[in-house]
């Protein structure tokens, strides 16, 4: 008997040893090292951040082990992220996790870290990063063999991570894994996004990774491209089991010939069934239509169920800035008074005085609430909570450092930032924007985008902060008529002048505010010799005589920029300038612009429009906030070319 229970042992030994070396790949955690990122700044509180950080890693373990998930998140103090390859096993995905703790864990005290294997992607961050989607710093990783057959590998690799990028954002779980033979050839593909964002930053993610792994091609057998949300690889050696690939047929609108006698069936059923819930559709709409309505469309509170903010004593806001004391005011806005302020905890925080200058005050109060109490992003300013017990109205927000943007351009710290803080700052409110009025449930329009209302955290990440005058944009209307409200100077003509509102409004002011970063200059200010123009004006006339690095601010060390991708983010800016406004680009093409290493030749911005406005109320009118557009001389200037 236990002759019998040896030889069996060592047959099976040999069984799966015959496995592990025919496939080796499929039976172990892939833990090659792709890359680790440690944040240059270190946790306040290391103690409390140790524990917190701790708790997030035995959540994330949890998931995985307990709840068999490939994908992790932590509502902890400390955000976690973890994202395993859907072809790994629950016990190869756990000991990826397992190894990318411990290699995290070298990162210290860092508030942010990062670790990378081919099997999985392990972060953290002290701000919430889950709808992260791309960042600087994305890249290919090439590997170190050649292809032998270059030629015939390139056209299909490059063919399968098209149809990776394409598919992969329609799928439920944004993954796919697939292999494709042709010319001779066989390649392995995959692609992934995290799940915490959405199908249009999944697709922007994988199009910024497609551009980048095209770099290994055709030289390289097998490549890897990675960002904040998204994994592409590609190899001519499998790298997982067919019996965990991906028909991505489906999601890629159409298939061949083969699908047709299927494609019918599945036609009659699905129109049978989409017949019946049209029906239904009717009766509800019936049904519904007759209840009384309690909110109007593109108002915010009938937007969704929001979430109520956080209430603070007004006793205790008042102590916290000394009385509203001159000496702790940070700064002054259209509707109010931004004061610093210390709470009981030792916290600090900024707390907006809200004017009560106008019948308008309780309902901008109100928006601002309700709408940022809900939208979260790490480009937005958080707000904290609110005090509305007293006659005065009180916003409560996570306190900004480094205070505006503005200081830094033309105030009293201008030329302390450098060009890769104005690129990261540039890309930042893109991100921002792109969040607003893409990837929240209902586009929202900022409005007032300029660089006053653009914070800086310690780190000089930009926020998007002063959501008054916010508007929704109801998803069955292209635009809003509306009353102009916004700052002279960064506001698109169209809007300024007709009252056409979109969120390419939101675009053409990002634009400016560009300009503003790259140039150290205000939009609108003549008086700095030997410039007699606006700004737009001269960054047009520049990229007209193919000279627009004369743009750059003059404080900025020419050893630290490169002249082409400074060349590029102009002309980004001009792009984002230009009427009419379906010629701007959306906020999400503009992010993946930035972050690609391509010139932007392919499309060539054409003349900008802007308002012009008597010299004597031009910087008056672009320090007022919810200016009537009838306060200003004026007039359309539409630049012809040379």
Avoid at 70 to 98: G, H, N, P, W
Avoid at 139 to 162: D, F, H, K, W, Y
Avoid at 177 to 190: F, I, M, Q, W
Avoid at 366 to 385: A, D, M, P, Q, W
């Amino acid at each position: 008997m236990a002759s019998y229970v040896w030889w069996w042992w060592r047959l099976m030994v040999v069984i799966i040893g015959s496995v592990l070396l025919q496939n080796p790949v499929f039976s172990q955690p892939q833990t090659n090292l792709l890359g680790k990122g440690c944040s240059q700044y270190n946790a306040t509180n290391l103690p409390d951040f140790f524990r917190r950080l701790n708790a997030s890693f035995v959540d994330l373990r949890n998931q995985l082990s307990n709840q068999d998930k490939r994908f992790a998140t932590t509502q902890q103090a400390v955000y976690a992220m973890i994202e395993c390859r859907k072809y790994l096993s629950r016990a190869d995905c756990v000991s990826c996790y397992d190894s990318a703790v411990s290699l995290i864990r070298t990162c210290s005290g860092a508030n942010g870290a990062r670790v990378t294997y081919d099997g999985c992607f392990l972060r953290y961050e002290s701000n919430n990063f889950y709808q992260d989607t791309t960042q600087p710093g994305n890249a290919e990783i090439c590997g170190n063999r050649t292809s032998s057959q270059p030629n015939a590998l390139s056209p299909v690799a490059l063919q399968l991570l098209n149809d990776l990028s394409t598919a992969t954002p329609r799928t439920s779980d944004f993954f796919a894994a697939t292999k494709r033979e042709a010319s001779g050839v066989t390649v392995y593909g995959v692609a992934q996004c995290a799940e915490s964002i959405t199908e249009s930053g999944c697709r922007d993610c994988l199009t910024v990774a497609y551009k980048n792994i095209e770099g290994c091609l055709p030289k390289y057998a097998e490549g890897r491209a990675v960002d904040a949300a998204c994994f592409m690889r590609y190899s001519d050696r499998a790298f997982f089991a067919d019996n965990t690939t991906t028909d991505i047929t489906p999601f890629l609108g159409g298939g061949g010939s083969s699908n047709k006698k299927k494609a019918v069936i599945i036609g009659g059923v699905v129109g049978g069934v989409g017949l019946l819930l049209i029906v239904l559709a009717v009766f509800l709409w019936y049904r519904l239509s007759r209840k009384p309505k309690t909110a109007e469309r593109g108002n915010i509170l009938g937007a969704t169920e929001l979430r109520g903010p956080v209430s603070y004593s007004f006793k205790d806001l008042k102590i916290a800035t000394k009385d509203f004391n001159e000496s702790n005011k940070l700064g002054e806005g259209g509707f109010g008074d931004v004061y610093k302020g210390t709470l009981k905890n030792g916290n600090v925080v900024a707390v907006k005085k809200l004017a009560i200058m106008s019948s308008r005050a309780k309902a901008d109060f109100e928006t601002e609430v309700r709408l940022i109490s809900n939208v979260h992003h790490r480009n937005l300013i958080r707000l904290l909570g609110c005090s509305n017990k007293a006659s005065d109205l009180l916003l409560v927000y996570e306190y900004m450092a480094n205070g505006s943007l503005e200081r830094y351009l033309y105030g009293d710290r201008r030329g302390m930032l450098n060009w890769k803080q104005r690129f990261n700052i540039i890309f930042g409110t893109a991100r921002g924007l792109a969040y607003l009025h893409e990837q929240f449930h209902v586009c929202i329009i900022h409005r007032d985008i300029k660089s006053s209302n653009i914070l800086l955290d310690d780190e000089f990440q930009p926020k998007i902060a002063d959501f008054g005058l916010v508007r929704l944009l109801p998803e069955d209307q292209s635009h809003v008529s509306t009353k102009f409200a916004g700052t002279m100077g960064y506001t698109a003509p169209e809007y300024a002048i007709h009252g056409h509102l979109t969120e390419k409004v939101d675009v053409y002011s990002f634009g400016v505010v560009v300009l503003e970063i790259i140039s150290g200059r205000r939009s609108n200010d003549m008086q700095i010799e030997p410039v007699t123009e606006y700004l737009l004006e001269q960054a047009w006339k520049l990229h007209e005589t193919g000279t627009p690095v004369k743009l750059v601010d003059e404080t900025l060390d020419p050893n630290e920029y490169n002249e082409q991708e400074v060349k590029k983010v102009i002309e980004i800016a001009l792009m984002c300038t230009q009427s009419p406004a379906n010629l701007r680009p959306s906020m999400s093409e503009v992010v993946v612009m930035l972050l690609s290493d391509r010139s932007t030749e392919s499309r060539t911005p054409s003349r900008p429009t802007i308002i012009s406005m008597d010299k004597s109320k031009a910087f008056d009118a672009s320090m007022t906030t919810g200016s009537s557009a009838s306060t200003a001389t004026n007039t359309f200037s539409d630049f012809t070319g040379r």
